[in-house]
């Protein structure tokens, strides 16, 4: 049978249209939050970040939310394009950790043209 | 910006042989470098972390004596897969912290163990 654990949870969206990809983190202590985007075979790369002692933050056509109260991280992405189709992951830093960068499991965004 | 140079990008090894991963940070001293693995349709997996001249810290689970790490200087970390068997085939990604740019990847190893 099949196993959930072992599948990325995955998004669909047309082009042009707003996507919001969600992330639920554990640790209360984190402080700072990072969202990657992984393409196919390569290293993760850096999208945008957020600290603790904010809820939100914009960058170019992303936007980052961040609510503590629900340890609930999200990331917005304007006008979604084909090239925006990858992996996304948030991870999360507890300071004093040696800060150790954790990844939370990822969704998978395709990009219908 | 910060540059993480990753070799090799990919690697073919017979069972019971040893292979190692080279990361460098070309432009920035890194004071950190992290280790993680990945298996197909997951996340990364937090290996290790290295701080240069010291030794490396392991997470829960993962051998030490199997993925030897050696952070010699502050622009070089390498992770050394002994006695590779099928089941370490994976994608190992190292990532480097500096002091400017934050953390910053490489273009990851695929390691396939025949």
């Known amino acids: 049978g099949e196993s959930v654990g072992l599948h990325l949870p995955t998004l669909s969206v047309q082009e042009g249209d707003n996507s919001i990809i969600n992330c639920a983190y554990s640790?209360?202590?984190?402080?700072?939050f990072i969202w990657y985007k992984q393409e196919s075979g390569k290293g993760p790369q850096f999208i945008i970040d957020?600290?603790?002692?904010?809820d939100k933050r914009q960058g170019q056509r992303v936007t980052v939310l961040l609510n503590k109260t629900v340890k609930h991280l999200s990331l917005q992405i304007a006008a979604t394009q084909p090239g925006d189709s990858a992996v996304y992951f948030c991870?999360?830093?507890?300071?004093?950790?040696?800060?150790?960068?954790?990844f939370g499991k990822g969704t998978l965004l395709t990009v219908n043209p | 910006g910060a540059v993480v140079s990753q070799h090799p990008s990919w690697v073919i090894c017979k069972s019971g042989t040893s292979v190692k991963i080279e990361c460098r940070s070309l432009d920035f001293q890194a004071t950190t470098m992290f280790w993680y693995r990945q298996f197909p349709k997951q996340s990364l997996m937090l290996m290790a972390t290295s701080n240069e001249g010291s030794k490396a810290t392991y997470e829960q689970g993962v051998e030490k004596d199997k993925f030897l790490i050696n952070h010699a200087s502050l622009t070089l970390s390498t992770l050394t897969v002994t006695s590779a068997h099928p089941e370490d085939s994976s994608f190992y990604i190292c990532?480097?912290?500096?002091?400017?740019?934050?953390?910053?990847f490489g273009s990851g190893t695929r390691l396939t163990v025949v």
């Open positions: 990532s480097a912290r500096g002091q400017v740019y934050g953390y910053t």
């Open positions: 991870a999360e830093i507890v300071g004093g950790s040696n800060y150790k960068l954790t």
């Open positions: 640790n209360s202590a984190s402080d700072y």
């Open positions: 957020i600290r603790s002692n904010m």
